[in-house]
């Protein structure tokens, strides 16, 4: 069960996605303060430095030139200021005697659209210009006058640019992989989830439960879950439970324990579908216990009931498992019997069930005493083919049963079999 | 002067004699006067000489002729020289140059010149010609008038005798101008 397909995935983004942003943007915050913070940490410390070094230059360059500045000698000026600069970041250079007249004067090259470009820099940084004092014996001869040059900030900047763009691709790439790794343990342990969820509301399986996971907010998601997963379970047992107990509360006599009128009509119709389909045959009794108003009034409806009671389970003791008995109210019983072979069969049952109640009934209070029962029997299809056929054939069985004596059983038809 | 700078047979005698030509190169621009610049150069060369035992004051003693050495006086001044004593001696009184540091050569006869500077050998004196364009003379050093401008030279046996050490920087402007040459 994919998490993406339980919500709507058409404006839902993946937790992964999310992940994965989340940690990008981390990645290139971090990256770009610190990048940022680096880059201008360096770019002053690259701007006194090279303050210094132009200053130190100019030093050099008077140092050097001195002998020559004393003896006014031009070339040696030019030639050896040239030998201490060339390799020096330095754009132009200007050496005066001391009445200020340019002795030498020296300008880098034009190396394409770069040496624009690294004086810009440089005015930018406010790295133009370094002057030193030409000196013999304390005497001031000359200046120099060194102006810098901003290659060693191109070469940073390029350096930079280089080096942050690399760092964004790693980072990027170290974060997106750590991100799909945390993701994952998350999305794995979701999607368990959401499948655990969805087994149960798709198939009422109450009984999986979410394995436990190391992320801690996730273990208690699962917890609860569980819990919510056990609560339900208990819940549903209990409803199934009490349904189980309505249902039998319905279809069944509350006193003896035998299905009801209701239980007992349904069945018939149902075997009756049965046996029209198949062809069967089917018995259906009609049992009334003989004097049972006499025993209710004399001896008390406790008595009655006690009686009651006896004659359901001597009833129920004398049927096959697929047959069925039921108490259709005060004290009449109806027996169905299906399948049945012939008419005989039921004869033999119905005999039974006549000898059971030979035996005396044994009452809480009191002497035990005997009753007995009176049979009408219909079968289908030879005394009617539908259920309230059926009842009524069986009735008027039953009332000539009672007719002729009590303590027997009639067939539907007028056909009377007397038994002891 | 200028009559000299042509290519001479001084200059073809200078070429025995190692000479360091700190040649001066032509400027427009020249606008302090030459005495000045004298001035300078005489102080600069001083700068850059140790003397074995150096001298309180530095006597300077001026022999011959000089076109520019009034300038060159007044350019002392200007330059706020201290320490100096300036002696004019004659061309011919060669044993006055025994109370001289330092001989400053204007114009006069190669002879005269040459005796002048013979009496100062084995004595640390510091010699500079004004009237050598090529330095092939046995002074120390030469100045190098063109127009406006002057320049220095140096004869490099002549300062390796003398006595006086001279800076290295010097020597290397000599040298660098011998390996052009």
């Excluded at chain 1, 970041?89 to 034009?110: C, K, N, T, V």
Aim: net charge neutral.
């Amino acid at each position: 069960m994919n998490l993406r397909s339980l919500l709507d995935s058409s404006h839902k983004v993946p937790l992964g996605l999310v992940l994965h942003r989340g940690n990008m943007r981390m990645a290139l915050i971090a990256l770009s303060l610190a990048g940022v913070s680096i880059f201008f940490v360096g770019l002053i410390a690259l701007r006194a430095y090279m303050l210094d070094n132009l200053i130190l230059s100019a030093r050099t360059v008077a140092y050097g030139v001195e002998a020559a500045v004393v003896f006014n000698d031009r070339e040696a000026v030019m030639e050896s200021m040239k030998q201490m600069i060339a390799s020096r970041p330095i754009a132009s250079a200007s050496i005066f005697d001391r009445d200020g007249d340019e002795l030498a004067h020296w300008e880098r090259p034009e190396t394409g659209g770069w040496l624009q470009f690294e004086l810009i820099l440089a005015k930018i940084l406010l790295i133009e210009s370094a002057t030193a004092r030409i000196q013999q014996n304390g005497q001031v001869v000359g200046t120099v006058k060194l102006y810098g040059s901003g290659r060693d900030l191109l070469i940073y900047l390029a350096i930079s640019i280089g080096c942050g763009l690399t760092c964004l691709v790693l980072s990027g790439l170290v974060a997106s992989r750590y991100s799909r790794q945390a993701s994952q343990e998350i999305i794995e342990h979701l999607r368990h989830l959401a499948s655990v969820a969805a087994i149960a509301r798709r198939e009422q399986q109450f009984q999986y439960r979410v394995k436990p996971t190391a992320i801690a907010e996730l273990h208690e998601l699962g917890d609860d879950f569980n819990a919510l997963l056990e609560e339900l379970e208990s819940w549903q047992t209990q409803i199934l439970g009490h349904n189980e107990l309505l249902a039998h509360k319905a279809n069944h006599d509350p006193l003896t324990g035998l299905a009801n009128r209701a239980l007992f009509e349904s069945r018939l119709d149902a075997e009756l579908l049965a046996a029209r389909a198949s062809g069967g045959r089917l018995a259906l009794f009609f049992i009334d216990a003989d004097r049972f108003k006499v025993i209710n009034d004399e001896l008390g409806h406790e008595a009655g009931d006690s009686v009651l009671c006896i004659i359901a389970r001597r009833l129920r003791s004398k049927i096959r498992e697929s047959d069925l008995v039921a108490r259709l109210g005060g004290d009449e019983f109806a027996v169905l019997l299906t399948p049945l072979k012939d008419v005989s069969q039921a004869g033999r049952i119905a005999c039974n069930m006549l000898e059971s109640m030979i035996e005396p009934v044994e009452l809480p209070i009191g002497e035990p005493l005997t009753t007995s029962l009176s049979i009408g029997i219909a079968i289908y299809p030879d005394h009617a083919i539908d259920a309230a056929g059926l009842l009524k054939k069986a009735d008027e069985a039953m009332y000539q049963s009672k007719r002729s004596g009590r303590g027997v059983f009639s067939v539907a038809a007028n056909t009377t079999s007397a038994v002891a | 002067m200028r009559s000299f700078f042509a290519p001479s047979v001084l200059f073809l005698i200078g070429g025995i004699a190692v000479a360091g030509a700190l040649r001066v190169e032509q400027s427009n621009a020249a606008s302090t006067d030459i005495g000045t610049q004298i001035a300078r150069l005489v102080s600069g060369v001083i700068g850059y000489s140790r003397w074995p035992t150096p001298p309180d004051t530095y006597r300077l003693c001026v022999v011959g002729t000089s076109n520019y050495f009034n300038d060159a006086i007044v350019g002392f001044d200007k330059i706020g020289a201290r320490g100096w004593s300036i002696r004019v001696i004659t061309v011919d009184d060669a044993g006055a140059t025994a109370n001289c540091d330092l001989l400053y050569l204007g114009t006069m006869t190669a002879p005269q010149k040459r005796k002048l500077l013979a009496n100062t050998s084995g004595r640390p004196v510091l010699t500079i010609s004004e009237d050598d364009p090529v330095c092939a003379d046995a002074s120390m050093f030469c100045l190098a008038i063109n127009g406006d401008d002057v320049g220095l030279l140096a004869n490099l046996d002549s300062i390796s005798r003398s006595g006086i050490r001279i800076n290295p920087k010097v020597l290397q402007l000599v040298r660098r101008k011998q390996g052009q040459q």
